[in-house]
C-alpha cells in the first residue's frame, strides 16, 4: 500500500515539474528560427490577427513643396506583437513607392504625340486629371508582409514625395526621392524624428528596430532602394532591386534619340511626374510650376535627345560613390520598358566598387523577383547576420530559356567569363539578305534602306523583300550557340536629310510564327539597340548630318543571355524608325549603310572556335 502511494506521489511531482516546465517553454521570448542558411516561418509569427498596425510621418531634410517647412513622409509599419509585448527587436524590410496612392491613366492622349519630324519642336500634351488619392490609414501598402513577417523580419512602407500623404513634388529621380527614404532609414535607426501626425509633435520612436534594414521593390520600387543605398546611409545593409530604373536618360532616350520604353510610346519625363503626382491637391500647382513645367520641361529636351545636365542628375550610376548596401541585382533580359542596360549598369559599378553583389536574370519581359530562398538568403545574411556562406555563392544566376523562374543556372559571372566577342561583316544581298561572315570580304557597295514606320520591326523580319530594312545572316547553326554579354556595332551610314532614326535588331531565323505553338519570347528576337547618328562624336551635342555624307557611330545593344538553337541563324536587321519606341517622322527617308565600314561584334561563349564549330 505504501509502495502504491508513493508511486503515486512521485507521478503527480513528475506532472507538476512537466506543468511548471511547460510554462517556462511558454514564456519563454519567441525568436526567429534559420535553417539552412534561411530565415524560416515561425509560428507565433504567422497570425495577421496579432500583427500590429501603426502609421506615422518621418521628417526630411528638405522642403520640395515651397511651403517653407521640411517635407514629411508618411510611413506604416507591420510587426510582430512580440516587439510590443516581449521587447524583441528585429530587422526591417522597407519599400517605398509614389505608387501606393494611386495613379493617372496611361491614355494616350496624356503622352507626347511621337507623330513628329526629327528635330522639330513637339506639340504640348494634354494633361490627365488630378489623381483622387487611395488607400485608408493606418495600411499604405500590404506588399511583402506575407513574405517576411511570418520569417522574423518587420515591414515598413512609405509614400514618396508628393504622392499619398506625404508632402513635397515628385522629382522623377531628382535628389529628393533619395533622401526621402534615407530620412526613413535614419527614423529607424534612431537619427531622425517620426510623428503621430502629419503636423503635430508627439513624437514616435522605432524601438522594435535592430538598426538593420534591406529594401527591396519592382520598377520605380526597385528604383528607390537603389536611390537610398546611393547616398550611404547608415543601417541600410542590403538591397534587392527588382527592373530598376538606374537613369532617366536610358529609360526616355538611347544614344542620343528620343527613345520611349516599350508599350508606353510619348512618356517623357513629365508625363511620369503627372501619373504619379497623388499628393495634397493644395500643393500639387507648385509642384507642377516649379518641377513639371520648369525643371523637366526645360531640361528633358525632345528635340534633340542630347544627354545634358538634368538628365546626369538623374542617372544614379553618378551618385554610387558613397554606397556600400550589399547588392542582389534581378532583371528579364527580355524588359523592354525597363531595359537590361539599368541592372547591368549598376551591378558592374558596384562589384567595382566590392560591394557584395549578385545578379539574377530571368528570360521573360518587366518584373520577376528573384526566387524567395535567394532573397531570403541575402537577406539573412546581411540582415540578421548569420554566416551563411551567400557571399560565396555563385555571382550570376540566370533562368535558361526552357527553365523556371525559380530554377536559375548558377555561372561564375555575368558576362560569361568565357565570353568573348566574334566580329562579324556584312555583304551585300537588298531588298533580301545579305550574309554575315568572320572574314572582312572584298570591298562591298552600299545599300539603300527607305523609313517607314508604318511596317513594324517584326514584320520586316519576317519579310522575303522589302527596301524598308537590312539584313545580315550568319549560316545555319549546325550547333546550338551561347550568347552572353552586350553586341556592339558599328556602322558607316549617310542619311538623305539631316536627321534620322537608327535601329538595330538582333534576330534568330527562320522567325517563330507557327499556329501549332505560341512562340516564347526567346525565340525571335535577341537583343536590339537604337541611336541618333547626329550623336557619333559626343552624347552631349547633336551634329545636323550633312545629307548624303558618310558618318562613323559605334554603340552597344542590350545586353543578353541567350542560347540561340541549332537550325537557326543569326541576324543583324537595320532600320530607321522602330513603330514600337521611337518617333515617327514621315516615311521616306533614306538610310545608305556603306557595307564595307560597318561591321557586328557578338559575345560568344568560346568566342570564335566555338562560332566557327556552330556554323561549320
Given at each position: 500500500?505504501?509502495?502504491?502511494?508513493?508511486?503515486?506521489v512521485a507521478?503527480?511531482?513528475?506532472?507538476?515539474?512537466?506543468?511548471?516546465s511547460?510554462?517556462?517553454?511558454?514564456?519563454?521570448?519567441?525568436k526567429?528560427?534559420f535553417?539552412?542558411?534561411?530565415?524560416?516561418?515561425?509560428?507565433?509569427?504567422?497570425?495577421?490577427?496579432?500583427?500590429?498596425?501603426?502609421?506615422?510621418?518621418?521628417?526630411?531634410?528638405?522642403?520640395?513643396?515651397?511651403?517653407?517647412?521640411?517635407?514629411?513622409?508618411h510611413?506604416?509599419?507591420?510587426?510582430?506583437?512580440?516587439?510590443?509585448?516581449?521587447?524583441?527587436k528585429?530587422?526591417?524590410?522597407?519599400?517605398?513607392?509614389?505608387?501606393?496612392?494611386?495613379v493617372?491613366?496611361?491614355?494616350?492622349?496624356?503622352?507626347?504625340?511621337?507623330?513628329?519630324?526629327?528635330g522639330?519642336?513637339?506639340?504640348?500634351?494634354v494633361?490627365?486629371p488630378?489623381?483622387?488619392?487611395?488607400?485608408?490609414?493606418?495600411?499604405?501598402s500590404?506588399?511583402?508582409?506575407?513574405?517576411w513577417?511570418?520569417?522574423?523580419?518587420?515591414?515598413?512602407?512609405?509614400?514618396?514625395?508628393?504622392?499619398?500623404?506625404?508632402?513635397?513634388?515628385?522629382?522623377?529621380?531628382?535628389?529628393?526621392?533619395?533622401?526621402?527614404?534615407?530620412?526613413?532609414?535614419?527614423?529607424?535607426?534612431?537619427?531622425?524624428?517620426?510623428y503621430?501626425t502629419?503636423?503635430?509633435?508627439?513624437?514616435?520612436?522605432?524601438?522594435?528596430?535592430?538598426?538593420?534594414?534591406?529594401?527591396?521593390?519592382?520598377?520605380?520600387?526597385?528604383?528607390?532602394?537603389?536611390?537610398?543605398?546611393?547616398?550611404?546611409?547608415?543601417?541600410?545593409?542590403?538591397?534587392?532591386?527588382?527592373?530598376?530604373?538606374?537613369?532617366?536618360?536610358?529609360?526616355?532616350?538611347?544614344?542620343?534619340?528620343?527613345?520611349?520604353?516599350?508599350?508606353?510610346?510619348g512618356?517623357?519625363?513629365?508625363?511620369?511626374?503627372?501619373?504619379?503626382?497623388?499628393?495634397?491637391?493644395?500643393?500639387?500647382?507648385?509642384?507642377?510650376?516649379?518641377?513639371?513645367?520648369?525643371?523637366m520641361?526645360?531640361?528633358?529636351?525632345?528635340?534633340?535627345?542630347?544627354?545634358?545636365?538634368?538628365?546626369a542628375?538623374?542617372?544614379?550610376?553618378?551618385?554610387?560613390?558613397p554606397?556600400?548596401?550589399?547588392?542582389l541585382?534581378?532583371?528579364?533580359?527580355?524588359?523592354?520598358?525597363v531595359?537590361?542596360e539599368?541592372?547591368?549598369?549598376?551591378?558592374?559599378?558596384a562589384?567595382?566598387?566590392?560591394?557584395?553583389?549578385?545578379?539574377?536574370?530571368?528570360?521573360?519581359?518587366?518584373?520577376?523577383?528573384p526566387?524567395?530562398?535567394?532573397?531570403?538568403?541575402?537577406?539573412?545574411?546581411?540582415?540578421?547576420?548569420?554566416e551563411?556562406g551567400?557571399?560565396?555563392?555563385?555571382?550570376?544566376?540566370?533562368?535558361?530559356?526552357?527553365?523556371?523562374?525559380?530554377?536559375?543556372?548558377?555561372?561564375?559571372?555575368?558576362?560569361?567569363?568565357?565570353?568573348r566577342?566574334?566580329k562579324?561583316?556584312?555583304?551585300?544581298?537588298?531588298?533580301?539578305k545579305?550574309?554575315?561572315?568572320?572574314?572582312?570580304?572584298?570591298?562591298?557597295?552600299?545599300?539603300?534602306?527607305?523609313?517607314?514606320?508604318?511596317?513594324?520591326?517584326?514584320?520586316?523580319?519576317?519579310?522575303?523583300?522589302?527596301?524598308?530594312?537590312?539584313?545580315?545572316?550568319?549560316?545555319?547553326?549546325?550547333?546550338d550557340?551561347?550568347?552572353?554579354?552586350?553586341?556592339?556595332?558599328?556602322?558607316?551610314?549617310?542619311?538623305?536629310?539631316?536627321?534620322?532614326n537608327l535601329?538595330?535588331?538582333?534576330?534568330?531565323?527562320?522567325?517563330?510564327?507557327?499556329q501549332?505553338?505560341?512562340?516564347?519570347?526567346?525565340?525571335n528576337?535577341?537583343?536590339?539597340?537604337?541611336?541618333?547618328?547626329?550623336?557619333?562624336?559626343?552624347?552631349r551635342?547633336?551634329?545636323?548630318?550633312?545629307?548624303?555624307?558618310?558618318?562613323?557611330?559605334?554603340?552597344?545593344?542590350?545586353?543578353?543571355?541567350?542560347?540561340?538553337?541549332?537550325?537557326?541563324?543569326?541576324?543583324?536587321?537595320?532600320?530607321?524608325?522602330?513603330?514600337d519606341?521611337?518617333?515617327?517622322?514621315?516615311?521616306?527617308?533614306?538610310l545608305?549603310?556603306?557595307?564595307?565600314?560597318?561591321?557586328?561584334?557578338?559575345?560568344?561563349?568560346g568566342?570564335?572556335?566555338?562560332?566557327?564549330?556552330?556554323?561549320?
Amino acid at each position: 500500500m505504501r509502495k502504491n502511494l508513493s508511486l503515486s506521489v512521485a507521478c503527480l511531482m513528475l506532472i507538476q515539474l512537466w506543468a511548471v516546465s511547460s510554462r517556462a517553454q511558454q514564456n519563454e521570448p519567441i525568436k526567429p528560427v534559420f535553417k539552412d542558411g534561411e530565415a524560416q516561418i515561425v509560428k507565433a509569427f504567422e497570425d495577421p490577427a496579432y500583427w500590429i498596425r501603426e502609421d506615422l510621418w518621418v521628417e526630411t531634410e528638405f522642403d520640395s513643396d515651397g511651403d517653407g517647412l521640411l517635407d514629411r513622409m508618411h510611413v506604416d509599419v507591420t510587426r510582430q506583437r512580440q516587439t510590443e509585448s516581449e521587447g524583441l527587436k528585429l530587422p526591417v524590410i522597407y519599400n517605398s513607392s509614389p505608387y501606393f496612392a494611386g495613379v493617372a491613366g496611361n491614355n494616350p492622349e496624356f503622352f507626347w504625340d511621337v507623330h513628329q519630324e526629327l528635330g522639330e519642336q513637339p506639340k504640348q500634351h494634354v494633361h490627365p486629371p488630378e489623381i483622387q488619392r487611395l488607400g485608408e490609414r493606418p495600411i499604405i501598402s500590404k506588399g511583402h508582409v506575407d513574405t517576411w513577417l511570418p520569417r522574423g523580419y518587420i515591414v515598413v512602407h512609405s509614400s514618396s514625395p508628393g504622392t499619398g500623404l506625404s508632402d513635397g513634388s515628385p522629382t522623377v529621380g531628382g535628389d529628393n526621392e533619395s533622401l526621402a527614404p534615407k530620412a526613413v532609414i535614419d527614423w529607424l535607426c534612431g537619427r531622425a524624428k517620426g510623428y503621430k501626425t502629419r503636423r503635430g509633435n508627439e513624437e514616435v520612436e522605432a524601438y522594435w528596430c535592430a538598426g538593420k534594414v534591406g529594401m527591396t521593390g519592382t520598377s520605380y520600387n526597385g528604383t528607390l532602394p537603389l536611390a537610398a543605398a546611393t547616398t550611404g546611409v547608415e543601417g541600410l545593409e542590403a538591397i534587392i532591386p527588382v527592373a530598376p530604373n538606374t537613369s532617366y536618360y536610358h529609360y526616355y532616350r538611347s544614344n542620343g534619340l528620343v527613345r520611349s520604353p516599350g508599350g508606353y510610346l510619348g512618356e517623357d519625363v513629365g508625363v511620369l511626374f503627372d501619373f504619379i503626382h497623388s499628393g495634397d491637391l493644395d500643393k500639387r500647382a507648385y509642384a507642377r510650376e516649379h518641377v513639371r513645367d520648369d525643371e523637366m520641361k526645360n531640361g528633358q529636351d525632345r528635340v534633340t535627345g542630347d544627354y545634358n545636365d538634368f538628365w546626369a542628375g538623374r542617372d544614379y550610376l553618378n551618385d554610387m560613390e558613397p554606397m556600400k548596401a550589399a547588392l542582389l541585382m534581378s532583371h528579364g533580359f527580355n524588359d523592354w520598358n525597363v531595359m537590361p542596360e539599368h541592372s547591368f549598369r549598376i551591378y558592374e559599378a558596384a562589384k567595382a566598387k566590392g560591394i557584395p553583389t549578385q545578379i539574377y536574370y530571368h528570360q521573360n519581359g518587366h518584373g520577376g523577383p528573384p526566387p524567395v530562398r535567394m532573397m531570403n538568403r541575402w537577406f539573412t545574411r546581411y540582415l540578421f547576420g548569420i554566416e551563411n556562406g551567400v557571399e560565396n555563392d555563385a555571382k550570376a544566376w540566370i533562368v535558361r530559356e526552357d527553365d523556371e523562374r525559380d530554377k536559375p543556372t548558377p555561372y561564375k559571372d555575368y558576362p560569361n567569363p568565357d565570353a568573348r566577342d566574334v566580329k562579324l561583316y556584312l555583304t551585300a544581298g537588298a531588298p533580301e539578305k545579305g550574309d554575315l561572315l568572320t572574314e572582312k570580304p572584298p570591298k562591298q557597295a552600299t545599300e539603300i534602306l527607305v523609313d517607314n514606320y508604318s511596317f513594324s520591326a517584326e514584320a520586316l523580319a519576317q519579310a522575303e523583300i522589302t527596301e524598308h530594312r537590312l539584313i545580315y545572316v550568319s549560316p545555319v547553326l549546325k550547333e546550338d550557340l551561347h550568347i552572353s554579354g552586350k553586341a556592339k556595332i558599328t556602322i558607316r551610314a549617310a542619311s538623305s536629310k539631316p536627321a534620322v532614326n537608327l535601329s538595330v535588331y538582333l534576330v534568330s531565323l527562320p522567325w517563330s510564327n507557327s499556329q501549332w505553338r505560341k512562340a516564347k519570347i526567346t525565340d525571335n528576337l535577341i537583343t536590339r539597340g537604337w541611336a541618333d547618328l547626329q550623336n557619333y562624336k559626343t552624347l552631349r551635342e547633336s551634329e545636323p548630318l550633312e545629307p548624303g555624307k558618310f558618318y562613323e557611330m559605334t554603340f552597344e545593344l542590350q545586353p543578353d543571355d541567350q542560347v540561340i538553337k541549332a537550325g537557326q541563324q543569326i541576324g543583324l536587321m537595320i532600320l530607321s524608325s522602330d513603330r514600337d519606341f521611337t518617333l515617327r517622322p514621315k516615311p521616306g527617308t533614306e538610310l545608305t549603310v556603306d557595307l564595307n565600314g560597318t561591321s557586328i561584334e557578338i559575345p560568344v561563349v568560346g568566342g570564335i572556335e566555338a562560332y566557327k564549330n556552330a556554323i561549320q
